[in-house]
C-alpha cells in the first residue's frame, strides 16, 4: 500500500508571518527569493528556519510518508524554497491562482477542493496555517470514510515546530500498525 502524503505548506508553515511589531522568530534567517514573473531588482524576503530541512528530511527518510509542496508558490517551492532549506525536489500540488479576496471564500480554505481532487482516496497529512473548522470536518469525514487524514494546523507567527514533525511520525506509525493488523 502506498505511503500516504504529506502535504507541506510554506508560508505561516516555514515562513512565519512577522508579529504585530513586524518581527519574526530569532531563530530565522533571512533570504532574498525571486519568485515565477518577478524580476532580480524586485525579489521577495522570506525568513526561514535552517532547523526544518532536517526536521522534515529524518520524517522524508522514513520512506512512510510522501512528501508533496501544497502552496501558493506551486513549483517555486522546489526551485526557490526547498534548497534554501537542503530539501530534495518535490513534486507540488498545481494549485490555480484564484480571483479570491479571502483565503475562505465558502468557510474553509481555497486549497480544499483542489487537494480533494488531487488525493482522490489517498490518505494524506496536510500540513497547513490557514484551516478552518470545516477543514477540521472534512478530515473527520474522510477518515471516518476509510481515508485517513490529518491536518496539523501551526500557530502562522510560529511556524512548523518538533511538536508537528513528531505528530506527523506518530501518526504515520499508527496508521502503519492498523494496516498492518
Same mark, same amino acid.
Given at each position: 500500500? +502506498? %505511503? %500516504?502524503?504529506l502535504l507541506l505548506d510554506i508560508d505561516g508553515v516555514l515562513i512565519p508571518f512577522p508579529n504585530a511589531d513586524g518581527s519574526t522568530p530569532a531563530t530565522h534567517a533571512r533570504h532574498d527569493v525571486v519568485p515565477t514573473g518577478r524580476s532580480a531588482d524586485? /525579489?521577495?524576503t522570506? =525568513?526561514?528556519e535552517p532547523n526544518h530541512g532536517p526536521m522534515l528530511m529524518d520524517v522524508i527518510r522514513t520512506g512512510l510518508v510522501t512528501p508533496v509542496w501544497c502552496t501558493? =508558490? +506551486?513549483q517555486d517551492a522546489t526551485t526557490l524554497i526547498g534548497p534554501l532549506l537542503d530539501l530534495p525536489a518535490l /513534486? $507540488?500540488?498545481d494549485l490555480p491562482r484564484p480571483q479570491i479576496t479571502t483565503s475562505h471564500p465558502n468557510g474553509y480554505l481555497w486549497k480544499r477542493d483542489h487537494v480533494d481532487a488531487w488525493l482522490g482516496?489517498? /490518505?494524506a497529512v496536510w500540513i497547513d496555517d490557514d484551516f478552518t473548522g470545516l477543514d477540521h470536518e472534512w478530515a473527520v469525514e474522510r477518515t471516518a470514510k476509510g481515508t485517513a487524514t490529518l491536518l496539523i494546523q501551526p500557530d502562522p $507567527? !510560529?511556524?512548523l515546530q518538533p511538536e508537528h514533525v513528531t505528530e506527523v511520525t506518530r501518526w504515520v506509525a499508527? !496508521?502503519?500498525?492498523?494496516r498492518a493488523a
Open positions: 500500500m +502506498r %505511503p %500516504p502524503y524586485n /525579489p521577495v522570506v =525568513w526561514l501558493s =508558490w +506551486r /513534486p $507540488h500540488v482516496d489517498a /490518505p $507567527h !510560529l511556524g499508527q !496508521l502503519r500498525t492498523a
